[in-house]
């Protein structure tokens, strides 16, 4: 028997996506183990095993969420109504120290799966055994852990706990871990671009001397890194006012991105590079700008406490010149920085990640 396949179709996506500029690190992506689909379906830990990583929870290097599936309110009125159910956690918060402080016996499952749809366990309401999926709600001493969306200082807190979404929240603080979760991966691969879409895009970023819209950064030495964006998000509309270039950072950073992650090698360089090129931040809504989101709830924290304006990316040298180290986020009078990975020891320098800072400077 003959089988006739008329494979042009796959063989133009194939050609569209390596000529196409890449909004996901395919790297990470080829990376993918066992572990990214148990983490997806939902794993049973202990406590003292997960690894906690700036204040964020982590297994395998991978950031996950934490829940209790076995609930005390009936599991039809938690579906009904999240706010009955137990909180998930997205931080190393108060109630998971008091947990393990009393060393509680609970079914602890971590995963990375972003729908926001659990499955629950319980009595239901007519005292019958029972399993669903429900939403739960986020616990909220780990939105005040890490400032979430500068939670402690912001009047709308309880619609920040309300609006919380874990997409969301795990771009935010990408930079801080290796892998990226599978499924924020394949949101970035269905997507929609037209045909010609590596001409097009090619074109736009020669056209604008591979310069970023958005900070100014030339990138013609790391192409690469300069994406163009579809303003109104509509990826076959290349209209020329529809198509911004911007650099991996400032697109990331546009509404609606939460499918994007810039990977913490890649977020440095841009750092570096608009140092060199001198692109500083003179006020805080430039330094909210240009600064990698993982430090981004500390630096409003920071900004409600007082804190001069920092220097975004700042490079440390030891009193004996012989230790470099770059951090995100420097005061240089103080001698306080913020890093998101772990820091050397530095004599005349407090170096904290984004989580300790709001813990110190409390
Ligand atoms: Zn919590
Ligand atoms: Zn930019
Ligand atoms: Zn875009």
């Avoid at 949101?187 to 900070?215: L, M, P």
């Avoid at 009193?319 to 103080?334: G, H, L, N």
Wanted: charged content about 25%; glycine content about 6%; overall charge negative.
């Amino acid at each position: 028997m003959e089988i006739r396949a008329d494979f042009s179709e796959l063989w133009n996506q194939v050609k569209r996506l390596s000529a196409a500029p890449v909004e996901f690190d395919w790297v990470a992506a080829a990376q993918l183990d066992p572990i990214d689909i148990e983490l997806l379906e939902g794993r049973e830990v202990r406590l003292e095993d997960l690894d906690v990583i700036n204040g964020l929870l982590s297994v395998d290097g991978r950031q996950v969420l934490l829940y209790i599936p076995d609930q005390f309110s009936p599991v039809d009125v938690v579906q009904a109504s999240p706010d009955k159910g137990k909180r998930f956690h997205v931080a190393d918060c108060k109630t998971l120290a008091d947990m393990r402080g009393k060393g509680r016996f609970e079914r602890y499952v971590v995963t990375n799966n972003l729908t926001g749809i659990f499955p629950i366990s319980g009595k239901n309401s007519r005292g019958i055994s029972e399993e669903l999926d429900s939403r739960l709600m986020v616990c909220k001493n780990c939105l005040d852990k890490l400032n979430y969306q500068n939670y402690c200082h912001d009047s709308t807190r309880s619609h920040i706990w309300q609006s919380f979404e874990i997409a969301c929240f795990f771009e935010t603080y990408s930079t801080s871990f290796p892998y990226l979760p599978r499924n924020l991966t394949q949101r970035a691969i269905g997507n929609d671009y037209t045909r010609d879409w590596g001409d097009v895009s090619t074109n736009v970023r020669r056209h604008c001397g591979f310069k970023c819209d958005g900070c100014g950064l030339n990138l013609s030495e790391h192409r690469h890194l300069l994406h163009v964006h579809h303003v109104n998000g509509l990826k076959q509309d290349n209209s020329s006012v529809n198509l911004r270039p911007l650099c991996a950072d400032c697109h990331r950073k546009q509404p609606l991105h939460d499918h994007m992650f810039i990977s913490m090698k890649d977020m440095q360089l841009l750092t570096r590079l608009r140092r060199q090129q001198s692109i500083l931040a003179g006020d805080w809504t430039q330094v909210l700008e240009l600064a990698d989101l993982s430090v981004r709830d500390a630096l409003m924290h920071a900004k409600h406490r007082g804190f001069e304006v920092p220097e975004v990316g700042y490079g440390l040298v030891s009193q004996d010149r012989v230790t470099t180290f770059d951090v995100e986020i420097a005061w240089k009078q103080r001698r306080v920085a913020i890093s998101v990975t772990d820091a050397p020891v530095m004599a005349d320098w407090t170096i904290v990640s984004p989580a300790d800072f709001i813990r110190n400077y409390s």
